[in-house]
Nanobody
Framework: QVQLVESGGGLVQPGGSLRLSCVASGITFSIYSMSWFRQSSGKERELVALVGSAGDSTNYSDSVKGRFTISRDNAKNTVSLQMSNLKPEDTAVYLC?????????????WGQGTQVTVSS
């Protein structure tokens, strides 16, 4: 059974920091690209950051570039998102996503999400 379990969300003041983690089980973690998405009320799900299966390629949305850092540890089946200088507009449910990079594979999985609230 595949599971992606996020943790680390919470309430933080503007300008503060949080570190989100996602632990995967039931998949060969090292062949999956891992991403963080976020979704807030009334808005479409947004890709925040992505890291390739080997960890040597990353991509960020313009809204978080320079403030967020995605990383992965293939030995621990974990992907993390370090978020700094948080803004109220970063408030959302943050979801972990895994996509199999094997050619022609359509395997993809989602976690349940963790709430991040940025407010004074």
């Amino acid at each position: 059974q595949v599971q992606l379990v996020e943790s680390g969300g919470g309430l933080v003041q503007p300008g503060g920091s949080l570190r989100l983690s996602c632990v995967a089980s039931g998949i060969t973690f090292s062949i999956y690209s891992m991403s963080w998405f976020r979704q807030s009320s009334g808005k479409e799900r947004e890709l925040v950051a992505l890291v390739g299966s080997a960890g040597d390629s990353t991509n960020y949305s313009d809204s978080v570039k320079g403030r967020f850092t995605i990383s992965r540890d293939n030995a621990k089946n974990t992907v993390s998102l370090q978020m700094s200088n948080l803004k109220p507009e970063d408030t959302a449910v943050y979801l972990c996503n895994a996509v199999d990079e094997t050619p022609f594979s359509k395997r993809a999985y989602w976690g349940q999400g963790t709430q991040v609230t940025v407010s004074s």
